[in-house]
């Protein structure tokens, strides 16, 4: 009987279960479309710190193996390299592994690095934001070649040259799934829509700045921030202080698909943090026929209804230009599918030369 061939991710965290949609959720996308993709590959996830507790279990038909870390000292964290690469030896030997995946230029990378030189197996990690900053320790520690790094973004892949001085040699972004998507909004009665983590990179009190000033032209001006985090009291206290109660609501957590439900109510999405890998609610807020207004532009070619602000004192005169126009249109945009990213990253490990269709590329349609 043949043996399938393995792909083994390592990754930070994973979901606990199925019901777990706000773990790193462009990633548990990935692993889903990856396995619809390649029904032939056999999919084995590593998750170094979370779920909290050590276990093997299936997500979505998918192994996922689970350390428990949850992300203690430097000697807690040495026993747990240890035993992920006792268990990556015993994958080894059961499994016609064809690579290792790393999430993150971080611990999960160090480790896949090391295993995949010293038994001579494909390694490739997939940078994704912060990991691409300068002080990253992992970097001098893994010190990868170009060819083994995947950029999520155009902007990603030139900010790991400018602090590293490495090229990554593939650029790969988000995808979105478009059937998670119901059917559009017949009215757009959102006006201002900002969704992620309530934390101080996102800059959710510039967002609110932002509407103190549109209510000078548009006095009913409605808007809305989806999401949790630490922020939230201190946007409340902005909010009173402003006089803004009647035009801007927090919502808290919300499940994803009543994320999407509002982006497909929203005539603008407003993207006010200071710096991004490519986050995905940019291509949500897209496929969902928002106009997206954003500080930081992830790839060189974007779509039309995409509005980059150079300034923050611009995003105003931006948000105004789109509220203004008499016929503010609303076409979905697809940027890219997560099957079509699925697919490019799946060839990276199973294609012996790779092709131009892998070099960073921009598709969208409408």
Known sequence: MNTPETLVILTPGFPADEDDSTCI????????????????????????????????????????????GRSRGKLYRRALWLKVWRTLKQLNKGHKIIGLLSFWMGECAFIGNRFANKYRLKHYCWVLGQDARAGNRFVRLIDPKGEQLIALSDQLAREIEANYDIVPQHTIPPGIDTSTFGASAIERDIDLLGTGSLIPLKQ?????????????????????ICGRGPEMERLKHQIIRLK??????????????????????????????AYEGFGMVLSEALYAGAQVVSLVKPMDVMPEEFH??????????????????EHLTHEPVLFNSIESIADRVAELFLSD?????????CHFER
């Open 244 to 273: 803004l109660e009647n035009n801007v609501k927090l919502t808290g957590g919300l499940p994803h698909g009543e994320v999407l439900a509002m982006m497909q109510q929203a005539k603008v999405f407003l993207h006010t943090s």
């Open 308 to 325: 980059q602000s150079k300034s923050e004192d611009e995003l105003v005169g931006l948000v105004t230009e789109q509220l203004n126009k």
């Open 353 to 361: 030369e790779i092709s131009n269709t892998l070099k960073s590329q």
């Open 204 to 224: 959710y009190d510039l967002f609110i700045d932002v509407v103190k000033e549109l209510t000078l032209q548009f006095p009913n001006i409605r808007a809305v």
């Open 25 to 68: 959720p462009p990633q548990q996308l990935f692993v889903k479309a990856l396995k619809k993709q390649r029904p032939e590959l056999n999919i084995i996830i590593i998750s170094f710190q979370y779920p909290f507790e050590a276990r093997q279990y299936l997500w979505h038909g998918t192994e996922v193996i689970a350390f428990g």
